[in-house]
């Protein structure tokens, strides 16, 4: 069965350094999520992205953040200068343009540790 | 403001159990209800999900069932096992004001013990 997958599963990073977290969204999916949870908190929405643009994003989702997607395969959200906030577990997820009643497929996460 | 609230925080019971899991939302526009599975540290595996045109889902021992005048929806767990700890999320999308994106519950933690 097709999933979503991410890398790395863990990453640790200093304050103030950037960050690429990279997501392998399932191959004929065409919108893209991005989310996240911090420790004991709930799962929020960042970012929602198609046909190569941010289709919409939410208050968290700052000028630190972007999404891109370089290649046909590959999803990535970058941290431009990572805060100790910015410290949780980061989920990628798609859907199939075709069938947006059809939910989201979530990959593992990464979680980001910001020391 | 859309709000996904789930009721119990948490659950404690001994195996062999029916369980109800409630979730509820302010915005009854919902386009589709998804249920997932958050074991420690992990991430999220979904379980049901239910189109805003449908009323229940089943998977094996669970059932999960969509009240969109209510604004509520239900996870039920049948004949519960030790396996089945974890926390149950609730997610609802396609909210009015945010059609591309799940907002969900904060969770009900679920211990089953032998």
């Known amino acids: 069965e097709p999933e979503v997958t991410q890398t790395p599963s863990h990453q640790v990073t200093q304050m103030g350094q950037e960050v690429i977290l990279r997501c392998v969204p399932i191959s004929n999916h065409l919108y893209f999520y991005w989310y996240r949870q911090i420790l004991g908190q709930k799962v929020e929405f960042l970012v929602s992205?198609?046909?190569?643009?941010?289709?919409?994003k939410s208050e968290i989702f700052d000028d630190q953040f972007s999404v891109e997607r370089p290649d046909g395969s590959n999803f990535t959200l970058k941290i431009r200068s990572t805060k100790l906030e910015d410290s949780a577990m980061y989920f990628c997820a798609s859907s199939d343009e075709w069938k947006p009643e059809g939910g989201q497929y979530f990959g593992p996460g990464t979680r980001l540790t910001v020391t | 403001k859309q709000e996904v609230t789930q009721i119990p925080a948490a659950l404690s019971v001994p195996e062999g159990e029916n369980l109800v899991l409630n979730c509820s939302f302010t915005d009854s526009a919902i386009y589709n209800l998804q249920w997932f599975r958050q074991d420690p540290g992990k991430g999220l595996t979904s379980l049901l999900l239910i189109q805003s045109s449908q009323r229940e889902q089943t998977s094996g021992r669970l059932n999960a069932s969509l009240d969109k005048s209510s604004g509520r929806s239900t996870l039920y767990i049948a004949a519960s096992q030790p396996g089945d700890s974890a926390t149950y999320l609730c997610?609802?999308?396609?909210?009015?004001?945010?059609?591309?994106?799940?907002?969900f519950g904060a969770g009900t933690r679920l211990a089953v013990h032998p």
């Open positions: 992205f198609y046909n190569n643009e941010i289709s919409e």
């Open positions: 997610a609802g999308g396609g909210f009015s004001g945010g059609y591309n994106k799940l907002i």
